[in-house]
């Protein structure tokens, strides 16, 4: 399992969170919504890595996911990028072909 960000979705962290360099960013499974899992989707947060399953660093900043909600993904890659329409993010999901 893997994180993979656009250079827009880097972007808009940057503008929209004002994520630094440094800084950490989790993306964490939330109750409601809709997404991978049934009656889950994905939330953002400004954080510090507890015991982070995924880590992707761009740009000096670390994007991770818990342990606890790797679950979610069931083995998938977290793809973020934005809807250019909506100027929010967007995330998709890949299964690595064995």
Do not use: C
Request: hydrophobic share 35%; glycine share 6%; aromatic share 14%.
């Amino acid at each position: 399992m893997e994180i993979h960000l656009s250079k827009e979705a880097t972007t808009w962290f940057n503008e929209e969170m004002e994520v630094e360099p440094g800084e950490a960013v989790r993306f964490f499974v939330r109750y409601g919504g809709s997404g991978l899992q049934p009656g889950f989707s994905i939330g953002v947060t400004k954080d510090s890595p507890y015991e982070p399953a995924v880590r992707h660093e761009q740009e000096d900043v670390l994007y991770f996911i818990e342990s606890a909600d790797e679950w979610y993904f069931d083995e998938h890659d977290l793809h973020v990028t934005v809807d250019d329409d909506l100027d929010e993010l967007s995330y998709s999901y890949e299964q690595k072909e064995a």
